[in-house]
């Protein structure tokens, strides 16, 4: 190959190099002005999120150990358990005004869904005065009717919280607890019944989705059952909304359907 053709390919090469800066300005302007040029418009803003409510920030139990339920009241927003002596009052006194099962199973759905956040104290603490007053009681017959007298209240709240919230973690402590009782206090081991567990497994397919909003509706044709006998209950102080990252729930059992009855000792619950 002759000298001047090399040296006309070198310095073809070479010019070529001194055109990619220019190249790469105008590549960084086109993309720069194509937008203004096609009349894009600016994208709107994203709506705010929803804002989260309270009741799904409450915390629970971290086990079944007893333990476990006094640390939730050591954290920060936990009402002192003075407070909470006579949180089931409400419920006490539809006891004492109805004899009807109907009635007191359509009530206490009324208190949960007026404020959920006191009920849900309410119910970590009756278990621990229950098991306070257990180790004060000396004769045998005086500690079951404390059982009685207690789960009288937490069974039918527990299922309350799975109706309206699909909530199997309340049934599950009084489950657990009733079952480590009736072998300490009656003598005797209780065998959860098939409907208990599928219930607990129904609940446990949307364990993360702890909150839906309550029926407006509680289905008491007569209306509400704690205006009818002038009962009062600590009004509810969250922010209404739901929150559900796994999709729609399930339909809401009617309110007019009664809760599970009280088990009878050494029966399936």
Same mark, same amino acid.
């Given at each position: 190959?002759? +000298?001047?053709?090399?040296?006309?390919?070198?310095?073809?090469?070479?010019?070529?190099?001194?055109?990619?800066?220019?190249?790469?300005?105008?590549?960084?302007?086109?993309?720069?002005? @194509?937008?203004?040029?096609?009349?894009?418009?600016?994208?709107?803003a994203l709506p705010p999120l929803p804002e989260? %409510?309270?009741?799904?920030?409450?915390?629970?139990?971290?086990?079944?150990?007893? #333990?476990?339920?006094?640390? &939730? /009241?050591?954290?920060?927003?936990?009402?002192?358990?003075?407070?909470? &002596?006579?949180?089931?009052?409400? @419920?006490?006194?539809?006891?004492?005004?109805?004899?009807?099962?109907?009635?007191?199973?359509?009530?206490?759905?009324?208190?949960?869904?007026?404020?959920?956040?006191? @009920?849900?104290?309410?119910?970590?603490?009756? &278990?621990? +005065?229950?098991? !306070?007053?257990?180790?004060?009681?000396?004769?045998?017959? $005086?500690?079951?009717?404390?059982?009685?007298?207690?789960? #009288?209240?937490?069974?039918?709240? !527990?299922?309350? /919280?799975?109706?309206?919230?699909?909530?199997? =973690?309340?049934?599950?402590?009084?489950? @657990?607890?009733?079952?480590?009782?009736?072998?300490?206090?009656?003598?005797?081991?209780?065998?959860?019944?098939?409907?208990?567990? +599928?219930?607990?497994?129904?609940?446990?397919?949307?364990? =993360?989705?702890?909150?839906?909003? %309550?029926?407006?509706? %509680?289905?008491? #044709?007569?209306?509400?059952?704690?205006?009818?006998?002038?009962?009062?209950? %600590?009004?509810?102080?969250?922010?209404?909304?739901?929150?559900?990252?796994e999709g729609p729930l399930p339909e809401a059992?009617?309110?007019?359907?009664?809760? $599970? +009855?009280?088990?009878?000792?050494? $029966?399936?619950?």
């Amino acid at each position: 190959m002759n +000298d001047w053709m090399i040296l006309l390919r070198l310095r073809n090469v070479k010019n070529l190099f001194t055109l990619i800066p220019f190249v790469s300005v105008s590549l960084s302007l086109a993309i720069f002005f @194509y937008p203004l040029r096609s009349g894009t418009s600016e994208v709107d803003a994203l709506p705010p999120l929803p804002e989260v %409510p309270e009741f799904t920030k409450v915390i629970h139990p971290n086990g079944f150990d007893f #333990s476990d339920v006094e640390a &939730i /009241f050591l954290t920060a927003g936990a009402p002192a358990r003075e407070t909470l &002596i006579d949180c089931d009052e409400s @419920y006490n006194g539809l006891v004492q005004a109805t004899q009807s099962k109907l009635e007191r199973d359509r009530g206490l759905r009324e208190m949960v869904q007026k404020n959920p956040i006191h @009920y849900h104290w309410c119910f970590y603490s009756k &278990i621990l +005065d229950l098991h !306070a007053q257990l180790k004060k009681e000396q004769f045998l017959a $005086d500690r079951q009717k404390k059982v009685v007298g207690a789960f #009288s209240f937490l069974a039918p709240l !527990a299922n309350v /919280f799975k109706l309206e919230y699909n909530d199997t =973690r309340y049934l599950r402590w009084a489950i @657990y607890d009733y079952q480590v009782l009736s072998t300490w206090i009656f003598h005797r081991q209780m065998v959860m019944a098939p409907a208990t567990v +599928d219930r607990l497994l129904d609940g446990m397919e949307n364990s =993360r989705t702890l909150y839906r909003e %309550p029926s407006q509706n %509680p289905g008491v #044709s007569s209306g509400s059952v704690l205006e009818k006998y002038n009962l009062k209950t %600590p009004e509810r102080n969250e922010a209404a909304g739901s929150s559900n990252p796994e999709g729609p729930l399930p339909e809401a059992v009617p309110a007019d359907q009664p809760l $599970d +009855d009280l088990p009878d000792i050494g $029966d399936g619950w």
